[in-house]
C-alpha cells in the first residue's frame, strides 16, 4: 500500500448523478487551467482546459468553471459512470511564463 | 497519431546507481516537460525542454538532469539514486512552451530504488 503522504479528499457519488469536483488555485497570475484524471497505474490524462478570458467551457458530459474573483476551479461531470472513477487533478499555469501548477487531486468514487 | 511513449514502463535500481528515462512526445510537439509523482509530494515540476534547451526548470537538486533532442525526444537523468527518489516519473508534451497550450502526459516510468 501507499506510504503515509497525501490524504486526498474524496468524493463518492451514485452512478448517475452528477458530481463536482472543486479546486482551490494559488496564483492570481494565472491564465490557463487543464483538469485531468489519473487512474491507478496510468499518466494523468487531459479532460479539458478553460483560459481565463472565459468563465465557463463545455466538452462531453464535463463542464469546467472558472471564478478569477475567488481564484476557483470546478469540474462538473454529468451522469457520472463507474469508469469515472479515479483521481482528478486540477493544474495552472502560473501566468504564461511559469510551468504548470498541480493540485493536490481529488479521489472520486463512483458507485454502481 | 501516437501519444506521449516512455520508456522503460518499470525500474528496479540500487541505492548509488544512475538511471537514464527516455519520452518520445506527440509527433509535431517540441515541448517536453518532466515531472515527479509520489504518494507524499504529489505532482512536483523538475523541468521543461523546448527546441533542446532547458526553459524552465523546478526545485530539485542536480542529481536531477535533462536533455532533448533535435527530434524534441527527452531524456532525463538521475545520478547517485536515493530511497526517496522511488516516484512516477512522467513527462508531458505541447506544441508550445508551458502554461499555453495543452500538455499530454504519457504512462510513467516508475522507479523504485532499494
Known amino acids: 500500500g501507499e506510504s503515509v503522504g497525501l490524504h486526498l479528499p474524496t468524493l463518492s457519488v451514485q452512478e448517475g448523478d452528477n458530481s463536482i469536483i472543486n479546486c482551490a488555485y494559488s496564483?492570481?497570475?494565472?491564465?490557463?487551467f487543464i483538469w485531468y484524471k489519473q487512474e491507478s497505474g496510468k499518466g494523468p490524462q487531459f479532460i479539458i482546459d478553460?483560459?481565463?478570458?472565459?468563465d465557463k467551457r463545455q466538452g462531453q458530459r464535463v463542464t469546467v468553471l472558472l471564478n478569477k474573483t475567488v481564484k476557483h476551479l470546478s469540474l462538473q461531470i454529468a451522469a457520472t459512470q463507474p469508469g469515472d472513477s479515479a483521481v482528478y487533478f486540477c493544474?495552472?499555469?502560473?501566468?504564461?511564463?511559469?510551468?504548470?501548477?498541480f493540485g493536490k487531486g481529488t479521489k472520486l468514487s463512483v458507485k454502481p | 497519431k501516437a501519444g506521449v511513449t516512455q520508456t522503460p514502463r518499470y525500474l528496479i535500481k540500487t541505492r548509488g546507481q544512475q538511471v537514464t528515462l527516455s519520452c518520445s512526445p506527440i509527433?509535431?510537439?517540441?515541448?517536453v516537460s518532466w515531472y515527479q509523482q509520489t504518494p507524499g509530494q504529489g505532482l512536483q515540476f523538475l523541468f521543461e525542454?523546448?527546441?533542446?534547451?532547458?526553459?524552465n526548470k523546478g526545485n530539485f537538486p542536480g542529481r536531477f538532469s535533462g536533455r532533448q533532442f533535435s527530434n524534441s525526444r527527452s531524456e532525463m537523468n538521475v545520478s547517485t539514486l536515493e530511497l526517496g527518489d522511488s516516484a512516477l516519473y512522467l513527462c508531458?508534451?505541447?506544441?508550445?512552451?508551458?502554461?499555453?497550450?495543452?500538455?499530454?502526459f504519457g504512462q510513467g516510468t516508475r522507479l523504485t530504488v532499494v
Open positions: 509527433s509535431g510537439h517540441r515541448s
Open positions: 493544474a495552472e499555469n502560473g501566468g504564461s511564463q511559469g510551468n504548470l501548477i
Open positions: 508531458a508534451s505541447s506544441l508550445g512552451l508551458r502554461g499555453n497550450t495543452e500538455a499530454f
Open positions: 496564483n492570481s497570475a494565472s491564465d490557463y
Open positions: 525542454y523546448f527546441s533542446e534547451t532547458q526553459r
Open positions: 478553460i483560459r481565463s478570458n472565459m
